[in-house]
């Protein structure tokens, strides 16, 4: 008989492990997975779609997104799976967590979760997960349909035509071999993931350059720093899967490298707190050539992101755009401790 897998998500790992011991001394036939992040298990599920029976998920981590926010994907993604949502915040979202999680999960459990709880709920998951996994499987193979038909309608998937994108954008930037180094695919700096993060070239001032690829084909975009982004194709406005706007995402991204290069300078024992010696940041937002930016009131957004579409992006541009930065003083440790850290 086929071990049942169930997935713990939490960044707590003694909360991990209590829920772990409980579940394989009351259950025989299970297995039992980890993972301390929403972008562990997105990794996971996006690579094994049918592979967990039972995701047990924490709604709360601290930085970036929350379980809640990941439920559409999980959904999409792995559509048999049943989810229960577990979260110490008890009077920020137990009484509205059913109302704001709908159909997307099976129950919620309140931390400390009692052993009867647990094992009571664990074992309805598991018996309505087996009994509607014939349904489960047809829906996801019309949801697959359903997805392209979408690429005909200009709709595609994040995970098909969107990953594509930011596959042609890296190579792109990898072809600037005179004046990006070590161009990073899919960085990961303090749980906020990156698109691409590199680093300049001498004789160019040494930067950091994010790059987040953002794929509207087709799409008018509308909105500021201050309110969200609304796409508008075909003169109809669609809902976005992004919980944030386009302004807070790149923003959110600026704040954990910086973050993250403060840190490898603490523990590096670098006091100098003049940030003329801490290399400047530069963020570019990549659009689709199709897309139309001539919507976004950018006069509140962060002034070293640009905004701008692919057939813009060039060495050229990387170099004028540095050029034109405040100047900073990095020493060859700072450059290197930067290099050999920021993206572990």
Known sequence: ?????????????????????????????????????TLEIKKFLLNN???????????????????????????????????????AMEKTYGESVTEVAGDMIFDFMSKPVTETELIVKVRKALRTQESSLNKTVQDLQSQNT????????????????????????FNKISQFNKVVLSPKKNAVVLGQEIDVIAFTKPP????????????????????????????????KEILSEKRRNLFEQTDNQFKQVSK????????????????????????????????DISGLDLKNGNRYTKFLKAKELTADLIIKTVFA????????????????NLTK
């Open 325 to 340: 930065s405040p100047k900073r003083n990095v020493t060859e440790q700072v450059k290197n401790l930067i290099l050999e």
């Open 49 to 87: 779609p049918n592979a967990i029976n039972l995701l047990i998920l924490d709604i709360h981590f601290g930085v970036g997104e929350t379980g809640i926010d990941i439920l559409p994907f999980i959904k999409q993604t792995a559509p048999s799976v049943q989810v229960i949502l577990l979260s």
């Open 204 to 235: 160019l001032p040494f930067t950091v350059l994010i790059f987040e690829t953002k794929y509207f084909p087709n799409a008018k975009l509308i909105g500021s720093a201050n309110e969200d982004t609304k796409i508008i194709i075909d003169g």
């Open 260 to 291: 993250k290069i403060e840190k490898i300078l603490k523990e590096n024992n670098f006091n100098i707190r003049d940030e003329f010696y801490r290399p400047f940041i530069q963020t570019f937002a990549v659009f689709t050539d199709s897309t």
């Open 1 to 37: 008989m086929e071990k049942k897998i169930i997935a713990l998500t939490d960044d707590d790992s003694n909360i991990r492990n209590a829920l772990e011991r409980t579940i394989l001394k009351h259950f025989d036939n299970v297995e039992v997975k980890q993972f301390s992040s």
């Open 146 to 169: 359903l997805l392209s038909s979408m690429l005909d309608n200009k709709q595609q998937s994040q995970t098909g035509a969107g990953r594509m994108f930011e596959e042609e954008i």
